[in-house]
């Protein structure tokens, strides 16, 4: 999703697990405005989100708990590690 001139990452809750989250989709800035470093970052957020999940119906175990989902620590979190991905301007 491009908002602004940036591209955002938007991956929704699938349903069956809509009651474990506080919202229905994650979405969260990829801080560029090239479209082929959008597509790079969010192919590698996704594997990243699948391989390191594989215990866990949620895409951000370390996050939730069984009253939510803290969004802004998840936010937080693929900001860190996009932060040195990601080029300046």
Same mark, same amino acid.
């Given at each position: 999703? @491009?908002? $602004?001139?940036? &591209? &955002?990452? %938007? ?11 506080? %919202?229905?989709?994650?979405? !969260?800035?990829? *801080?560029?405005?090239? $479209? #082929?470093? /959008?597509? =790079?970052? #969010? @192919?590698?957020?996704?594997? =990243?989100? *699948?391989?390191?999940?594989? /215990?866990?119906? &949620? /895409? !951000?175990?370390?996050?939730? #708990? ?7 620590? %998840? #936010?937080?979190?693929?900001? *860190?590690?996009? @932060?040195?991905? %990601?080029?300046?301007?």
């Amino acid at each position: 999703m @491009k908002r $602004d001139g940036k &591209y &955002y990452y %938007v991956r929704h809750i699938p349903k069956d697990l809509t009651h474990h989250y506080t %919202v229905r989709r994650l979405c !969260f800035s990829l *801080k560029t405005n090239s $479209d #082929s470093i /959008a597509i =790079r970052f #969010s @192919k590698s957020i996704t594997q =990243r989100i *699948k391989e390191t999940n594989t /215990a866990s119906p &949620y /895409a !951000f175990p370390r996050y939730t #708990s069984s009253k939510g989902t803290n969004g802004n620590s %998840v #936010s937080a979190a693929i900001n *860190k590690w996009l @932060k040195p991905r %990601v080029p300046e301007g």
